[in-house]
């Protein structure tokens, strides 16, 4: 089996301070973030924006900080988000490719989220494929639909997308596809042979999601975007779930790689 690849999640669009302290909001907050749980064992790093007021954004200059501070302090794979329900405009959900993150998430399928639907039209999908191809940017193919694989298929099919693509499965969404270990199973049988894959599994649904996914022999992502808790009622940080996982990782005897070992699982050009 491969050595697993972890991928750490500090923020995403959703929590807040008053959700959870822990949540890292500004550039400064991701960049120490980063350096702990780059510590604790990730390999890769993913992050949206946030303004001041804590709201998500696609702020261009937030997300050169972050990678700047992360490259200067860090060998993590730095991996922007794409994402926004509420902007969409293509090219701004697309422009900070210029700045050559390692990877960028790439949404290749529309899905209903619990706050309303989240767009991500087919030809938008693909005008994304090729920029992030154009700037030598991996992407991360999100699933949040068994559809969304097969759309995913058809950009790599196309040559939009470098080998080996790299599908990660989002579980535990409401209104979305829920987490069974079955529809893990049934998203697995739907991958290309040298595919490589990842798990998300969102609130309860992180800890199994993450866990069997070192099992079947897929990456796991951890992280408050997910997730704000440790267990029943008490809040996480993200350097402890990192943390969590590497233990797991060890019991389960699957390795754990650096980052430079999952730059090279992933072909991934820029740094
Ligand atoms: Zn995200």
């Given at each position: ?28 907050e ?5 350096i ?15 303004d ?8 261009y200059?937030?997300?050169?900080r ?48 619990p706050?309303g639907?989240?767009?991500n039209?087919?030809e ?11 700037y ?16 995913g ?17 989002v579980?535990?969404v ?14 697995i ?60 990782a060890?019991?389960l ?16 050009k820029?740094?």
């Open positions: 089996m491969d050595k697993l690849i972890i991928t750490v999640a500090p923020n995403g669009s959703v929590p807040t301070k008053e959700t959870t302290p822990y949540v890292a909001i500004t550039a400064e991701v960049i120490e973030d980063g702990k749980c780059w510590e604790a064992g990730a390999s890769i790093l993913h992050y949206h924006a946030r001041k007021d804590q709201k998500p954004c696609l702020d200059d937030y997300f050169a972050v990678m700047e501070g992360l490259r200067k302090y860090t060998t993590l794979i730095v991996q922007m988000s794409t994402g926004s329900r509420l902007v969409q405009d293509r090219d701004a959900r697309v422009r900070a490719v210029d700045l050559k993150p390692d990877m960028m998430s790439l949404n290749v399928g529309s899905i209903n989220f706050l639907p989240y767009i039209k087919p938008d999908a693909e005008y994304w494929a090729g920029k992030m191809q154009e030598g940017v991996k992407p991360e193919i999100e699933c949040f639909d068994a559809s969304h694989i097969e759309a298929v058809r950009l790599w099919r196309k040559g939009l997308i470098d080998d080996p693509p790299f599908f990660d499965f579980l535990g409401k209104n979305a596809l829920s987490y069974t270990p079955q529809n893990m199973l049934n998203l049988n739907m991958l290309p042979a040298d595919a490589r894959w990842n798990c998300i599994g969102v609130g309860r649904a992180q800890l199994p999601v993450s866990t069997l996914g070192m099992i079947l022999g897929g990456h796991s992502r951890v992280g408050i975007e997910d997730n704000i808790y440790y267990s029943y009622k008490v809040l996480a940080t993200n350097a402890q779930l990192v943390g969590r996982a590497v233990r797991l060890n019991e005897q699957r390795e754990v790689a650096t980052p430079a070992e999952a730059r090279q699982m992933l072909k991934i820029n740094s």
